[in-house]
């Protein structure tokens, strides 16, 4: 089952510079990325101690336009790379399969 790594950053230019605004989003975002974890059991968030960064990392059970849209439901406010990533079973295979002659 492919897995990503979204590595996010909160755009600053985008949120609101009046605390009373900003902390009901940011509020809202997090009761939007708690909903996400439960709907994905497996799946790990964190966030740097400033706030301002962090990643989340699942298991797509669907398309890889699932990970995408659940992404655009933060936009504007938070900027995202997002990565497939292996585990080390993968890694290992994917090693081995180049070492094997054509």
Request: proline share 7%.
């Amino acid at each position: 089952m492919p897995k990503y790594l979204n590595i996010w950053e909160i755009d600053t230019s985008k949120m609101p510079a009046d605390p009373k605004e900003r902390g009901p989003l940011l509020n809202k975002m997090l009761d939007m990325t708690k909903q996400m974890l439960k709907e994905k059991p497996g799946s790990q968030w964190g966030i740097s101690l400033d706030g301002n960064m962090g990643f989340f990392l699942s298991s797509a059970r669907g398309k890889w336009q699932d990970v995408a849209q659940s992404t655009l439901a933060f936009a504007p406010y938070v900027k995202s790379k997002i990565f497939q990533v292996m585990s080390a079973e993968e890694a290992e295979e994917n090693l081995k399969s180049m070492a094997q002659p054509k």
